[in-house]
């Protein structure tokens, strides 16, 4: 869920039309999620499923920390960024792929690789981050550049080291004892670093 929800959500970035206001449009996906994951948390509205699905407890005041700030940054990073910068897609790809792949894999292979810094996080949940983080980064890039909505346009030449940069800089981040906030500090990271890389 946490890796395939914003990819998904990104291939169709480019079926919106040009018009200003397509970018709130498409924002409102996440945040109408994010505000569901809200009232199920607070227990306003109840949802079974989503409880079982999204949380690793099944106490549902969990979608009120992880899966609320994904719905949210995911959001906002499509109204700050929308289609036309790298920095964006760059950051939510590196929040779904990396980050999500930094979890699945550091609870299934990293018992014996722990941190020193980091006791919670492994070597192979960040080097999965890492990997997941630059190939989904790029993927996402690259098909957004095939649609002509990168502006102006990026070679692969740009595209690939600022998407192993980002995924570099965001996997040293996803690191750090911070798993409860991870959700907002790595895609933040990642933002910042591909703005930084390709200037816009």
Known sequence: MHIGNGIIYVLFWPLYSEHHVSKYVCASVP????GHFALVGMGIVVDEALVASATRTGDRK?????????????GVLT?????DSPSGV?????????????????RRMGCSN???????????????????????????????QSWETLQPDLAFQSIAPGSLLTAGV???????????????????????????????
């Open 31 to 34: 945040l109408m999620a994010a």
């Open 62 to 74: 969990e979608l009120l920390r992880g899966p609320l700030l994904y719905g949210t940054i995911i």
């Open 79 to 83: 109204m700050v960024f929308w289609r």
């Open 90 to 106: 760059a950051a939510i790809a590196v929040l779904c792929a990396g980050d999500g792949l930094a979890d699945i894999v550091g």
């Open 114 to 144: 722990r941190l020193p810094y980091s006791p919670n996080k492994s070597a192979a949940g960040s080097a999965a981050c890492f990997l997941g983080g630059s190939l989904a980064a790029m993927a996402c890039l690259l098909y957004l």
């Open 170 to 200: 965001a996997a040293a981040v996803e690191s750090l004892p911070l798993a409860e906030v991870d959700n907002w500090t790595v895609p933040l990271a990642a933002a910042l670093t591909a703005r930084l890389f390709f200037g816009y």
